[in-house]
């Protein structure tokens, strides 16, 4: 019964984190901490582990729906991958109260923009996009997965969607960029040893199917109204994120 609930859990977050390009990834975070009694960088470890799979699978078929901005996303992941790697070398140096403020604050705000600029009513794409937004919001992903070992996806979904990318397009470029991220992050952890591969394993096995659904539901339902209602939900979810941080 207990492997049931776990995959189900897993089959759950994997259709929410996919359809929200893996910017709720932290409630990977939550379920095993809060319900799973992990140890923080135990979960930690087997977030970023659990994550990765349902990623691959959602990046992919999100490719074959033509949906990834890879111009957007290769220059994010150009930023954030050495971000990481910068973020995990300073991060025995930085006391823990003032990078977990940082990153409150950073969610917060970037929640606050999301839902202002739903209010507003979202503007069609850019056909000549900033080239200094992507690397700030990619750098800051790339800090956080570092620093803190968060997934990182807020700030690229954020940054997507502030730069009036569509839901869909910006759920699916997202995704795009946290596959190589997370893959960086996972090698990190597995060599530490701290990933729970009994508990892990059980969450794969839903996630993946979630995360081979949340593409088709996304083509359906990320248009309209549908897509108001996603980016408000996205919008609460940093907002949540970064209060829940800050407390």
């Known amino acids: 019964m207990q492997f049931l609930f776990m995959v189900f859990t897993g089959l759950l977050v994997g259709v929410f984190v996919i359809s929200m390009g893996g910017g709720g990834g932290a409630i990977y975070l939550g379920i095993l901490t809060a319900v799973f009694n992990l140890a923080p960088a135990s979960a930690a470890a087997t977030s970023i582990v659990t994550a990765l799979p349902s990623l691959a699978i959602g990046s992919w078929l999100y490719y074959r729906q033509g949906q990834i901005n890879f111009h957007l996303g290769n220059i994010m992941l150009l930023s954030a991958v050495p971000s990481v790697l910068v973020g995990a070398f300073i991060a025995p140096f930085i006391p823990t109260k003032i990078y977990t ?49 968060l997934s990182g996806g807020g700030p690229i979904m954020a940054g997507l969607l502030l730069m009036g990318a569509p839901m869909i397009q910006a759920s699916a470029t997202s995704s795009y960029v946290l596959v190589c991220m997370s893959i960086v992050g996972a090698l990190t952890h597995v060599s530490g040893g701290q990933v729970d591969w009994p508990i892990g394993i059980s969450l794969i096995c839903g996630a993946v199917v979630g995360a081979a659904i949340a593409p088709r539901l996304m083509k359906k339902f990320a248009v309209g109204r549908g897509a108001i209602i996603l980016n408000v939900i996205m919008g609460v979810l940093l907002v949540f994120m970064g209060t829940k941080t800050l407390l």
């Open 101 to 149: 403020i940082i990153i409150g604050l950073i969610l917060l705000v970037l929640g606050i923009q999301v839902l202002y600029k739903v209010r507003k009513g979202n503007k069609k794409a850019s056909a000549n996009p900033s080239k200094t937004l992507p690397v700030i919001f990619g750098v800051i992903s790339g800090l956080m997965v570092g620093v803190a070992g």
